[in-house]
């Protein structure tokens, strides 16, 4: 799992063109999974979800994923599930201080958002983890348009 992850994030910009379409056709079946009823299409869609961004990812269904601005590299893969940056205590070899088997993931995304074409999203500030919305569809919250990708935040300064 962890070569995939590493993978993921050394071809963030392949993966980033085959998302963007998918985010674009995720939007415009709103209507459509309106009518089927969201309520619905949670169970199945989280499932699907789970097993393709796990397996490239090691997603963690956090529900408000933010792998478009941290160049693939999911920052709740790091053990103290930091947010917006590394702790401080990334090892010289740029491996983390918990785990130092492990290269710090903020050091992954740094890598991962240099290969994107919205790379520079990565200075963006990102919400704080709402722990309600764990194990739930982060694609259906995109659908519903609760949640804007990353070319469309704008940096906060």
Known sequence: MYRVRLWSVR?????ERVYRPF???LVRMHPVFVRIGYERLERPVRVVERA???ALFDCQMCGYCVLSSTGLACPMNCPK??????CGGVRADGNCEVNPDMVC????AVRGSRNMHYGHTIALVQ???DFRLAG???WLHVARGEQRSASD???VS
Do not use: C, F, I, Y
């Open 127 to 129: 919400p704080a983890v």
């Open 105 to 108: 993931v903020w050091a992954e």
């Open 11 to 15: 071809h963030a910009r392949l993966l």
């Open 23 to 25: 985010e674009a056709w």
């Open 136 to 138: 739930s569809s982060s």
């Open 81 to 86: 599930q930091m947010r917006n940056g590394p």
């Open 52 to 54: 393709v961004k796990g």
């Open 153 to 155: 935040r704008t940096e």
